[in-house]
């Protein structure tokens, strides 16, 4: 079977969804996602997107993404990151993203390692909110065609440029545990086998995390890196492959599957962590990866399988308005976070490295960019700023978007 069109995007989380989205209507867009279209760890995200909230926090926010990244950041991707902030959120906006607002302003919370609250949210489900407003808007273009339970697992190479991918029913193993969603514009799952490929002037890999290939994950297990070890295998250009990000924060269960994350901005917003003796051992707000190490160093020391979060010294009515999920989800485990500590453990959440992109997310192979998390443009060094990915997905899946347009015109 082949398909022929323009655009061919892999993956439909915010960066394959927006690269979508900002590419004119004229142009025919395909786009296949491994899952349903809901199943992508972009719905996940909890805490919020961040923007530059003035010219004055533009200092600021850039040196805490490099302090946070270990100053191994691209200084100059972090600036475009930066400066693109307050158009992309308005973009959200008039998508139908709402954020948090009091008297017609928006609401800015604050996560670890930022020297300010500068992150716009939506309850605890900013991702959810972000993404469906997305994907309701690509399901009412009909220039672009979802393909859901559709896996990559090549690209097309001729003459050392990308001609598109090769594409396949996904196996059922790797169905996403997310609910099916009803109403796909195409589906190639009702077939036992078909092998598709996918003709394209420009090819988008837009595949998300790598989380699937650990045991303890905040990531859905079918996100395995498919789109690295395609690049691999055809002498694309890698980066920091290295560079996994734990989130301190994630809720212990013996249980296997997802972990269920527990926000940074639940210690942004004044939870504290807690030893077997119920004592502090780390400032909270640290980077990630430096809380990540006191906790495990706290565990070796005691023998233990979790430390404790208690989020006593955030009101009870804050909880249940910024947290409500997490609040119900807790309690659906046995925990009333309005009472008691819960138990926390860190696990694999972010992947910083990947296929290396230049500042427009074009990769080292023609025809061929890469946007989001599978990408590497250097935005978050070697750690990521807490709610610094959302933004950076979807400012330079923009950008890809544009170079496409600007090299057809150019042609
Ligand atoms: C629990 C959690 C909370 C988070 N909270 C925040 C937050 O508050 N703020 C923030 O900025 N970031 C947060 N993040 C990170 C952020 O959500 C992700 O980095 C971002 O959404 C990645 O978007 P993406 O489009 O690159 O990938 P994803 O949204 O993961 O989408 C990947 C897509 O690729 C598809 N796919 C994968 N492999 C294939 C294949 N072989 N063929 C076809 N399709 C494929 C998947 O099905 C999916 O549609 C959080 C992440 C998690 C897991």
């Given at each position: 079977?082949?398909?022929?069109?323009?655009?061919?995007i892999?993956g439909?989380?915010?960066?394959?969804?927006?690269?979508?989205l900002?590419l004119?209507?004229?142009r025919?867009?395909?786009?296949?996602?491994?899952s349903?279209?809901?199943s992508?760890?972009?719905?996940l995200a909890?805490?919020?997107?961040c923007?530059?909230?003035?010219?004055?926090?533009?200092?600021?926010?850039?040196?805490?993404?490099?302090r946070?990244?270990?100053y191994?950041?691209?200084?100059?991707?972090?600036?475009i990151m930066i400066?693109?902030?307050?158009?992309?959120i308005c973009?959200?906006?008039?998508?139908?993203?709402?954020f948090?607002?009091e008297n017609?302003?928006f609401?800015?919370?604050?996560?670890?390692?930022?020297?300010r609250p500068?992150?716009l949210?939506h309850?605890?489900?900013?991702g959810?909110?972000?993404t469906s407003?997305?994907?309701?808007?690509?399901?009412?273009?009909?220039?672009?065609t979802l393909?859901?339970?559709?896996?990559m697992?090549?690209i097309?190479?001729?003459?050392g440029?990308c001609?598109?991918?090769?594409?396949?029913?996904?196996?059922?193993?790797c169905?996403?545990?997310g609910v099916l969603e009803?109403?796909a514009?195409?589906?190639?799952?009702?077939?036992e086998?078909?092998r598709c490929e996918?003709?394209?002037e420009?090819?988008?890999?837009?595949?998300g995390?790598i989380?699937?290939?650990?045991?303890?994950?905040t990531?859905?297990?079918?996100l395995?890196?498919?789109?690295?070890d395609?690049a691999?295998n055809?002498?694309i250009?890698?980066?920091?492959?290295?560079y996994?990000?734990?989130?301190?924060?994630?809720?212990?269960?013996?249980?296997p599957?997802?972990?269920f994350?527990?926000?940074?901005?639940?210690?942004g917003?004044?939870?504290?962590?807690?030893?077997e003796?119920k004592?502090?051992?780390?400032?909270?707000?640290?980077?990630?990866?430096?809380?990540?190490?006191a906790i495990?160093?706290?565990?070796e020391?005691?023998?233990t399988?979790?430390?404790?979060?208690?989020?006593?010294?955030?009101?009870?009515?804050?909880?249940?308005?910024?947290f409500p999920?997490i609040?119900?989800?807790?309690?659906?485990?046995?925990?009333?976070?309005t009472k008691?500590?819960?138990?926390?453990?860190p696990?694999?959440?972010?992947?910083?490295?990947?296929?290396?992109?230049d500042s427009?997310?074009h990769?080292?192979?023609?025809?061929?960019y890469?946007v989001?998390?599978?990408?590497?443009n250097?935005?978050?060094g070697a750690?990521?700023?807490?709610?610094?990915?959302l933004l950076?997905?979807l400012?330079?899946?923009?950008?890809?978007?544009?170079?496409?347009v600007?090299?057809?015109?150019?042609?």
């Open positions: 079977m082949e398909i022929h069109t323009d655009v061919v892999a439909c989380g915010v960066a394959g969804l927006y690269s979508a900002k004119p209507a004229d025919q867009i395909v786009i296949i996602t491994k349903d279209a809901r992508s760890d972009s719905f909890q805490g919020g997107i923007v530059l909230r003035d010219e004055e926090d533009y200092d600021s926010y850039f040196e805490d993404t490099l946070a990244g270990h191994e950041n691209r200084k100059e991707s972090v600036d400066r693109e902030s307050r158009s992309v973009d959200l906006v008039e998508y139908g993203v709402r948090e607002q017609g302003e609401v800015y919370t604050r996560e670890g390692a930022h020297s500068r992150i949210f309850e605890d489900i900013t959810e909110e972000i407003s997305l994907l309701k808007r690509v399901r009412e273009r009909p220039n672009i393909y859901e339970y559709t896996t697992t090549d097309i190479e001729k003459d440029v001609r598109g991918i090769v594409a396949e029913k996904t196996p059922d193993a169905a996403g545990d009803s109403k514009q195409g589906n190639m799952a009702g077939e086998r078909i996918i003709y394209a420009d090819t988008i890999l837009a595949t995390g989380g699937g290939r650990y045991q303890h994950s990531n859905y297990p079918h395995t890196g498919d789109a690295i395609i691999k055809h002498g250009r890698l980066e920091h492959l290295d996994v990000q734990i989130h301190p924060t994630t809720l212990y269960s013996d249980k599957g997802r972990r994350l527990i926000s940074e901005s639940v210690r917003e004044g939870a504290v962590l807690y030893n003796k004592e502090r051992f780390v400032d909270e707000l640290l980077p990630r990866d430096v809380v990540t190490k495990h160093e706290q565990m020391e005691e023998g399988k979790h430390v404790w979060l208690s989020m006593a010294p955030i009101p009870t009515e804050k909880i249940r308005k910024h999920h609040y119900e989800h807790c309690l659906e485990e046995g925990y009333d976070v008691e500590c819960i138990p926390v453990v696990a694999q959440h972010y992947f910083m490295g990947g296929i290396w992109v427009d997310s990769t080292s192979m023609e025809g061929l890469a989001g998390e599978t990408s590497c250097g935005v978050h750690n990521r700023l807490a709610s610094n990915s950076e997905s400012v330079f899946s923009g950008r890809a978007a544009a170079d496409i600007r090299r057809s015109k150019d042609c």
